[in-house]
Structures are given as structure tokens and as C-alpha cells.
């Protein structure tokens, strides 16, 4: 009602236009400029992205690619580390858990750090003249996945456009206005890092900015491109105009009285993989420039949209609005505990869609822990990859939410990992097979990092193969189960063959030395661990079922499965995190690592195992409501698969609104990404449930989200499902078979079971029976 009253004094001229996007249904959008970088607005095409702040004077979009990390080519192995395994369990298993942490010091990582994701640089527009503008509005426009800025000023109405494109490899910019002649501006490019040249020539259409340098502080002799043992890397700006004049200087380039200014921005590094730094990365901002010459914004904008949209636009989510959609994003934001907005409950999960499309496509390197975008130059954790929960969260919606190609790069990742985590299997541990613990970097680092109190924990590699398994169990894809999934899972299974130990107290075979992420310090046989390698070899035994290979394997692993030690519930009624029955119900860490069983992992569930549902349940009340975004994120899954509804939402709505920052990126000091993908895959746990061999319709659907639809999300045994529901039943569901097969459904009590060829879509009632 807000948005048509506004729209009707526009009409009759009693109110100035541009208060509001005209269609913001999935748009972020802001009546001010970002101030800070978290409330600067993030574009990417999985291997560039870009921060845009919206400013009017100085705008500043600062940029990333995804390969400029600090470091050379390393292997990080301690060739003293299997010498001190054995002491180092028969510490643990004698209770001498600080004499245990102390010597392991010695399996650890050489060195013991690992490498930081970085910054490449700022393309800045200058505007002296744009003093005093009225209706000011930036966007996100997650429909497009492009940015805007317009606003007025003198009478005229400017604006700008920017995109980051998958197809053209480039970030394009456009900024023009309403009247001829009206653009005189300023563009520079600069970088933060000291080893950089710049180099600013005119051109036969307008100018050509270009910066190129180094990642390390050594002298400039150094600096010759031919010196192949460090990063380099170079970027290129070409400035376009539309009528007016260029002048270039060493400081960049003005653009005088322009009708409009198109930039196109492209940038790269000497990576080629983990083991070569020795790509030329002028020769690629050539290519990328060549690949759009003669190619005019509007066409490079289609191409971008359509390209995107062929990903973005699978899936469809309506919950309907009320007034609360009239206001600017961050004020929704702040306001969401208090003020019923369901539209932005879907403008947060297409969000977090939006930021895996812009963040992981193939050929580009995997979402790290700020996707793609970083202004530090130290940034938090290195901005790498976490496995011990924060990689494999950012995953979660992949599968389920139909985004299936942007797991890719992860899978890419993998099979580095398989080299590197294979001779950390052999030189620190003896054992066949790869191995990965709690981070990696951008040269495959896989020994153990940071401390030996969280350091060492081994089944990183083990928990991204479920990433592995998914993909097949989403897609049915026998060939990538062959040829791409099963080896490295059997790699993962085969070192857990051999590192699983004997417990001397209970015979249960267990692992050690490890941890309970990040908690506790070193032990023996933490809950997590057990469920992770379960998982996996359930996993693998049921991929060489499919496959038709490896019968002694299979028939090992079933048995190895059967003799590690299972699940307990301790003393509280709670689920034990470790061996011992030693939980504080009075700890609330951030980390809840032995409820892996309920969430991603499938073994416990309340229709199948009650008692550990109930127990999980104890462990989570005992954890509370409260942690970092990604812990909130983690919780909405936890209690989606604990079939409580109202309790997920109401940790939806502790994420959005206090676990949230303005431009809508979670929260861990400056962000995390992974919380963006926590709760999009949480979302879609509340709707659509297919772990545990039934495609479980509305299995938790809050009080809050009463009325709704959903279109294009993904079921387990290769299903599209649509689903639509009104005062919290369901009216509607839409089942599509994408590889043939019985769809096994649930809606509360009822069941039902269908055949069904590859291609065929039903449609069923309220009642599970066929509809129309």
C-alpha cells in the first residue's frame, strides 16, 4: 500500500520519482551509500568479484580474483610426524592429555601456518561536481545479478550499472545519464599491495589503465614478469566513452562531457594450479579483452543475464509481502524479530543462492570463508578454506537448491587434495589413501595447522566427500560416480582402514589422536569423528554396490562400520561428544560437532532413532540459542531435522536479525559467508527433507511461514519437487523424476509410493493423491 500511494503522487506530480526500485521483490536496495565495506554490495562471477559502495563524489569498487593468495608452491609435510603418533595416543589413552597436546607438537604442520587469500585492487570514479543529489537508491538486483546507483543531481538523472560476467570473464560498468553531455568523471585504478607499477595510456576509443605487480617485498630486481617464484599478477581497465573527450595522466584517466562511460575491468595471476605460479597474467588480460572487443554493454549485459539466469532462476519461492517490504534492507533487517516480513525471509534464501552463483563456478576456485570478496590484506582466518564445518557449509544449498554446477570447483579442490593429503597420509600417519585436516589453502595444504589442541583432526577430506556422494545421490550420475566421486572416496575410506585404532577400554575401533572441532582440546575418539567415517563408508560401500567393484573393500569397510564405537547418550540425556561422559551442560560453544549424526549426516533422525533424536535434542538445548551467524545458520538445520519448525524459524530469525550485517552477509567479525548458506540450506530443510530415503513434504514448516510456494528444489534419488501450502497445509506438490525411479513421499502420517520413467512429472493434492 506504501509502494502505491508513493507511485501515486509521482503520477500526480506531488512527489519527486526515484524513492523506491520500481520492482524490488529481489532487490537489496539502500537510500544512502555503503559507509563501510560490510555494507557495500557483492558481485561475482566465481573467479572476480567486486565490493560496490554506491558513493556519489568518490565511488570505489574494490575487487578481488580468486587465485591472488600469499605464498609459493609448498607441500607443508613434517617428516618427524609419523615417529610421534604412537606416543602421542598412548599419552592420550594413559588420560595425559597435556603431556598428549605437547608432543604432538611434532606431527604438526611445516610451517605452521598456511597461506592468506588477498586483495587485488580498487577501480575509484571521481564525480567533483555531484554535490547536493536527491533520491539517491543503490540496488542489488539478484533477479539480474546486477548493481545499480542513480540518483539526481543539476537537474539530471545519472546512473550506473555493474556486473561481474561469468561468459565474459570481466567485470563491465556503465554509467550514463539522462541528458547528453552530462559525464565528466575521473577513473584510476590502485592496488594495496607495495611491489605494483602502473601503466596509463590513451587509446583509439579512450583509454587503457593497467597496474601489474608482485606479492612479496624483496628488491625490483625482482620484478621482471620473467621471474617465475613468485605471485604476480596484473590488471587492466579500459575506459569507453560515449561522445566527449578522454585525457590520461599518470594518475588515471578524466572523462569530459560524456553522454555515457563504459568500463570494462579484467584481472589475473601467474596460478595456473597448486604446483605452477608460471602463468603470464598480462597474456590473459589480453584474452579477456579481446574475447568482448567490439562487443557493446547492452549485449555483454545480455549475455551476463542470460547466463545467470539460467542457474538463478530454477527455483522460485513465494511467501507473500506485507508493508515491512517498503522499506530499505537494512532497516528490514533491524526490524525483522519484531515486524512480520516473510518476503524477506526469500529475499535472504535467493541471497544466499546469488552468493554461491557469484562465488563458485566451474573453473573457478571454491567458495573460501568470505566467498570471493576481501579487502585485507591480513584477513580473518586467511580468508581460506575451513573444513572442519565453514567449507562444507557453504555447499549445503548446492544440491538441494538446484545449483548442482557450482560444486564444481569444490570437486576440483578435491582432487588437488587427493595428491597433497595422500603424502600427508603416508609420512605422517603410515597409512594408504589421502587425508585432509581442518584447513587448506590455495596450495593444497592438507597436515595438520594453528595447534595441536584443534590442529589435528583428520576427517576434513572424509566430511567434503559426502559433497561427493550427494552429487550422485541428487543426480543420479553413474558416470561421475565412476569416474570422478568413487576413487577419491575410496582413497578417503582406505586411510580410515588403516588409522582406525583399537580402544584398550572398550575394543570399539576409534580415531586418534583427534578433537572435537574446536573444543576440548586432544582426545581419543570424539563423536564427530565416528559419525563422519561411518558416513563415509557407508557411502563407499554403497557407491561399489552401484558400481559393481571392490568386494573385499566393501566387505572390510562393513565390517570395520559395524565396530566403531556408536553414538552414546551421556548422563544428562544429552549425546555425547566424546568417549567419556564428560559434556557441562553449562557449555555453550559455538561449535555443536557431535550432532554431524542429525546434520549434514543422516543416522540419527526422530522417525528412525527416537532416543538419539531426543538426546540430540538435550545436547542442543544445552548449546542454547546463541553463537557466531554460521552456529545460528548451523541450528536452523539442526532443529529443521528435529521436524521442530517453530524452533528452526525462530533461529532464522536470530540469524537475520542479529546475526545479519546491512548489505545481508553474515556476521563473523568482518563477515563469514558460510552463515549465508547455512541458512538457505536451513530454509530449505524447514520445506524439504530427503536424507532419510523419503522425500518428506513440509517435514518442519514453521507457524511463521503459514502460506507459501516453492518451485525447482532438489530431492535425493534425482527429484524436482514444487510444493504449495496455505494456513500451514499442504495444497499443492509437484514431483519430477530427472533419472526414473519410486518417489517415496511423506507428508506427516501419510505415505506413498510412486514409479516413475525419467522425465515424468506428477502432480498430487493435499492428500498425496493425483491431482488435476
Same mark, same amino acid.
Given at each position: 500500500?506504501?509502494?502505491?500511494?508513493?507511485?501515486?503522487?509521482?503520477?500526480?506530480?506531488?512527489?519527486?520519482?526515484?524513492?523506491?526500485?520500481?520492482?524490488?521483490?529481489?532487490q537489496?536496495?539502500?537510500?544512502?551509500?555503503?559507509?563501510?565495506?560490510?555494507?557495500?554490495?557483492?558481485?561475482?562471477?566465481g573467479?572476480l568479484?567486486?565490493?560496490v559502495?554506491?558513493?556519489?563524489?568518490?565511488?570505489?569498487?574494490?575487487?578481488?580474483?580468486?587465485t591472488?593468495w600469499?605464498?609459493?608452491p609448498r @607441500?607443508?609435510?613434517?617428516?618427524?610426524?609419523?615417529?610421534a603418533?604412537?606416543?602421542?595416543r598412548?599419552?592420550?589413552?594413559e588420560?595425559?592429555?597435556?603431556?598428549?597436546?605437547?608432543?604432538?607438537?611434532?606431527?604438526m604442520?611445516?610451517?605452521?601456518?598456511?597461506?592468506?587469500?588477498?586483495?587485488f585492487?580498487?577501480?575509484?570514479?571521481s564525480?567533483?561536481?555531484h554535490k547536493?543529489?536527491?533520491?539517491?537508491?543503490r540496488?542489488?538486483?539478484?533477479?539480474?545479478?546486477?548493481?545499480?546507483?542513480?540518483y539526481?543531481?543539476?537537474?539530471?538523472?545519472?546512473?550506473?550499472?555493474?556486473f561481474?560476467?561469468?561468459p565474459?570473464?570481466?567485470?563491465?560498468?556503465?554509467?550514463?545519464a539522462?541528458?547528453?553531455?552530462?559525464?565528466?568523471?575521473?577513473?584510476?585504478?590502485?592496488?594495496?599491495?607495495k611491489?605494483?607499477?602502473?601503466?596509463?595510456?590513451?587509446?583509439?576509443?579512450?583509454?587503457?589503465?593497467?597496474?601489474?605487480?608482485?606479492?612479496? !617485498?624483496?628488491?625490483d630486481?625482482?620484478?621482471?614478469?620473467?621471474?617465475?617464484n613468485?605471485?604476480?599478477f596484473?590488471?587492466?581497465?579500459s575506459?569507453?566513452?560515449?561522445?566527449?573527450?578522454?585525457?590520461?595522466?599518470?594518475?588515471?584517466?578524466?572523462?569530459?562531457?560524456a553522454?555515457?562511460v563504459?568500463l570494462?575491468?579484467?584481472?589475473?595471476?601467474?596460478?595456473?594450479n597448486?604446483?605452477?605460479?608460471?602463468?603470464?597474467?598480462?597474456?590473459?588480460c589480453?584474452?579477456d579483452?579481446k574475447?568482448?572487443e567490439?562487443?557493446?554493454?547492452?549485449?555483454?549485459?545480455?549475455?551476463?543475464?542470460?547466463?545467470?539466469?539460467?542457474?538463478?532462476?530454477?527455483?522460485?519461492?513465494?511467501?507473500?509481502?506485507?508493508?515491512?517490504a517498503?522499506?530499505?534492507?537494512?532497516?528490514?533487517?533491524?526490524?525483522?524479530?519484531?515486524e512480520f516480513?516473510?518476503?524477506?525471509?526469500v529475499?535472504?534464501y535467493?541471497?544466499?543462492?546469488?552468493?554461491?552463483?557469484?562465488?563458485?563456478?566451474?573453473?573457478?576456485?571454491?567458495?573460501?570463508?568470505?566467498?570471493?570478496?576481501?579487502?585485507?590484506?591480513?584477513?580473518?582466518?586467511?580468508?581460506?578454506?575451513?573444513?572442519?564445518?565453514?567449507?562444507?557449509m557453504?555447499y549445503?544449498?548446492?544440491?538441494m537448491?538446484?545449483?548442482?554446477?557450482?560444486?564444481?570447483?569444490?570437486f576440483?579442490?578435491?582432487?588437488?587434495?587427493?595428491?597433497?593429503?595422500?603424502?600427508?597420509?603416508?609420512v605422517?600417519?603410515?597409512?594408504?589413501?589421502?587425508v585432509?585436516?581442518?584447513n587448506?589453502d590455495?596450495?593444497?595444504?592438507a597436515?595438520p595447522?594453528?595447534?595441536?589442541?584443534h590442529?589435528?583432526?583428520?576427517?576434513?577430506g572424509?566430511?567434503?566427500?559426502?559433497n561427493l556422494?550427494?552429487h550422485?545421490?541428487?543426480?543420479h550420475?553413474?558416470?561421475?560416480?565412476?569416474?570422478r566421486?568413487y576413487?577419491?572416496?575410496?582413497?578417503?575410506?582406505?586411510?580410515?582402514?588403516?588409522?582406525l585404532v583399537?580402544?584398550?577400554k572398550t575394543?570399539?575401533?576409534?580415531?586418534?589422536?583427534?578433537?572435537?572441532?574446536?573444543n576440548g582440546?586432544?582426545?581419543?575418539?570424539p563423536t564427530?569423528?565416528?559419525?563422519?567415517?561411518?558416513?563415509?563408508?557407508?557411502?563407499?560401500?554403497?557407491?561399489?554396490e552401484?558400481? #559393481?567393484v571392490?568386494? @573385499?573393500?566393501?566387505?572390510?569397510l562393513?565390517?570395520?562400520?559395524?565396530?566403531?564405537?556408536?553414538?552414546?547418550?551421556?548422563?544428562?540425556?544429552?549425546?555425547?561428544?566424546?568417549?567419556?561422559?564428560k559434556? @557441562?551442560?553449562?557449555?555453550?560453544?559455538?561449535?555443536?560437532s557431535?550432532?554431524?549424526?542429525?546434520?549434514?549426516?543422516?543416522?540419527?533422525?526422530?522417525?528412525?532413532?527416537p532416543?538419539?533424536a531426543?538426546?540430540?535434542?538435550?545436547?542442543?538445548?544445552?548449546?542454547g540459542?546463541? #553463537?557466531?551467524?554460521?552456529?545460528?545458520?548451523?541450528?536452523?538445520?539442526?532443529?529443521?531435522?528435529?521436524?521442530?519448525?517453530?524452533?528452526?524459524?525462530?533461529?532464522l530469525?536470530e540469524?537475520?536479525?542479529?546475526?545479519?550485517l546491512?548489505?545481508?552477509?553474515?556476521?563473523?567479525?568482518?563477515?563469514?559467508?558460510? #552463515?549465508?548458506?547455512?541458512?538457505?540450506?536451513?530454509?530449505?530443510?524447514?520445506?524439504?527433507?530427503?536424507?532419510t530415503?523419503?522425500i518428506?513434504?513440509?517435514p518442519?514448516l514453521?507457524?511463521?511461514?503459514? !502460506?507459501?510456494?516453492?518451485?525447482?528444489?532438489r530431492?535425493?534419488?534425482?527429484?524436482?519437487?514444487?510444493?504449495?501450502?496455505? @494456513?500451514?497445509?499442504?495444497v499443492?506438490?509437484s514431483?519430477?523424476?530427472?533419472?526414473?525411479?519410486t518417489?517415496?513421499?511423506?507428508?506427516g502420517?501419510?505415505?506413498?509410493?510412486?514409479?516413475?520413467?525419467?522425465g515424468?512429472i506428477?502432480?498430487l493434492?493435499?492428500q498425496?493423491?493425483?491431482?488435476?
Open positions: 500500500m506504501k509502494r502505491f500511494l508513493s507511485l501515486l503522487l509521482v503520477m500526480t506530480g506531488l512527489l519527486a520519482p526515484a524513492a523506491f526500485p520500481a520492482n524490488d521483490a529481489m537489496l536496495w539502500y537510500t544512502e551509500p555503503a559507509k563501510v565495506w560490510v555494507e557495500a554490495l557483492p558481485i561475482g562471477n573467479r568479484g567486486a565490493m559502495f554506491g558513493g556519489v563524489e568518490s565511488e570505489r569498487i574494490q575487487f578481488n580474483e580468486d591472488l600469499t605464498g609459493v @607441500d607443508y609435510i613434517n617428516p618427524k610426524a609419523l615417529e603418533l604412537p606416543r602421542v598412548q599419552l592420550l589413552f588420560g595425559k592429555q597435556k603431556e598428549a597436546e605437547d608432543a604432538a607438537w611434532d606431527m604442520s611445516r610451517p605452521v601456518h598456511q597461506e592468506s587469500y588477498q586483495p585492487g580498487d577501480v575509484l570514479l564525480f567533483p561536481d547536493n543529489v536527491q533520491n539517491y537508491v540496488t542489488l538486483d539478484l533477479d539480474n545479478a546486477l548493481a545499480t546507483v542513480q539526481e543531481c543539476n537537474g539530471v538523472t545519472y546512473r550506473r550499472e555493474i561481474s560476467s561469468y565474459a570473464n570481466i567485470i563491465v560498468m556503465r554509467i550514463s539522462d541528458k547528453p553531455g552530462a559525464i565528466t568523471m575521473g577513473v584510476s585504478l590502485t592496488s594495496p599491495h611491489a605494483v607499477k602502473f601503466e596509463n595510456a590513451a587509446t583509439e576509443h579512450g583509454a587503457l589503465l593497467k597496474f601489474h605487480g608482485r606479492l612479496d !617485498s624483496g628488491d630486481s625482482k620484478f621482471s614478469p620473467e621471474n617465475l613468485i605471485m604476480r596484473e590488471s587492466w581497465l575506459v569507453t566513452p560515449e561522445g566527449g573527450e578522454v585525457g590520461v595522466t599518470d594518475d588515471g584517466a578524466t572523462v569530459y562531457n553522454d555515457a563504459t570494462r575491468l579484467s584481472a589475473a595471476t601467474s596460478y595456473k597448486f604446483r605452477d605460479i608460471g602463468e603470464v597474467p598480462a597474456e590473459h589480453l584474452a579483452m574475447l568482448n567490439g562487443k557493446s554493454f547492452e549485449q555483454l549485459k545480455a549475455e551476463h543475464v542470460a547466463d545467470y539466469q539460467t542457474l538463478f532462476d530454477r527455483v522460485h519461492f513465494d511467501l507473500g509481502s506485507t508493508p515491512a517498503d522499506q530499505p534492507t537494512n532497516v528490514r533487517i533491524k526490524k525483522f524479530a519484531e516480513d516473510p518476503q524477506l525471509v529475499l535472504y535467493q541471497y544466499g543462492r546469488y552468493l554461491l552463483i557469484s562465488s563458485s563456478r566451474p573453473g573457478s576456485q571454491p567458495a573460501n570463508l568470505q566467498g570471493i570478496w576481501n579487502q585485507e590484506l591480513q584477513p580473518p582466518w586467511d580468508s581460506k578454506w575451513t573444513v572442519n564445518i565453514n567449507t562444507e557453504n549445503w544449498p548446492a544440491e537448491c538446484n545449483l548442482s554446477e557450482c560444486a564444481d570447483p569444490l576440483d579442490m578435491l582432487d588437488d587434495l587427493v595428491i597433497t593429503g595422500g603424502k600427508v597420509a603416508r605422517h600417519y603410515g597409512c594408504r589413501g589421502w585432509l585436516h581442518h587448506t590455495i596450495w593444497r595444504g597436515a595447522i594453528n595447534h595441536t589442541n590442529g589435528i583432526w583428520m576427517t576434513g572424509a566430511w567434503l566427500c559426502q556422494w550427494l550422485y545421490a541428487f543426480t550420475d553413474r558416470a561421475f560416480l565412476e569416474n566421486a576413487p577419491v572416496m575410496k582413497g578417503a575410506a582406505l586411510f580410515f582402514v588403516d588409522f583399537e580402544d584398550p575394543g570399539w575401533l576409534i580415531s586418534t589422536p583427534s578433537n572435537s572441532p574446536e582440546g586432544l582426545v581419543a575418539g564427530m569423528d565416528h559419525q563422519i567415517i561411518r558416513n563415509l563408508f557407508s557411502n563407499v560401500i554403497q557407491a561399489s552401484i558400481l #559393481g571392490d568386494e @573385499d573393500l566393501r566387505a572390510q562393513v565390517d570395520m562400520k559395524a565396530r566403531i564405537a556408536p553414538n552414546q547418550i551421556g548422563r544428562f540425556g544429552q549425546l555425547q561428544e566424546w568417549l567419556e561422559d559434556d @557441562d551442560p553449562n557449555n555453550q560453544h559455538r561449535h555443536v557431535h550432532l554431524w549424526g542429525l546434520h549434514p549426516g543422516n543416522e540419527i533422525t526422530p522417525l528412525n532413532t532416543d538419539l531426543k538426546a540430540a535434542r538435550v545436547s542442543l538445548e544445552h548449546r540459542d546463541g #553463537g557466531t551467524g554460521w552456529s545460528k545458520a548451523w541450528k536452523v538445520n539442526f532443529w529443521a531435522r528435529l521436524l521442530d519448525g517453530d524452533h528452526s524459524y525462530l533461529m530469525t540469524l537475520i536479525s542479529t546475526g545479519t546491512p548489505n545481508m552477509f553474515d556476521t563473523h567479525p568482518p563477515f563469514q559467508i558460510d #552463515g549465508n548458506f547455512g541458512g538457505t540450506s536451513g530454509i530449505t530443510e524447514m520445506l524439504l527433507q530427503s536424507h530415503g523419503e518428506n513434504l513440509l518442519a514453521p507457524g511463521g511461514l503459514k !502460506s507459501g510456494s516453492i518451485s525447482g528444489l530431492a535425493r534419488g534425482a527429484f524436482e519437487i514444487g510444493l504449495e501450502w496455505k @494456513d500451514g497445509k499442504l499443492k506438490a514431483v519430477k523424476s530427472l533419472a526414473g525411479g518417489a517415496h513421499l511423506r507428508y502420517d501419510l505415505q506413498k509410493e510412486i514409479a516413475m520413467d525419467a515424468q506428477i502432480t493434492d493435499g498425496l493423491n493425483p491431482a488435476g
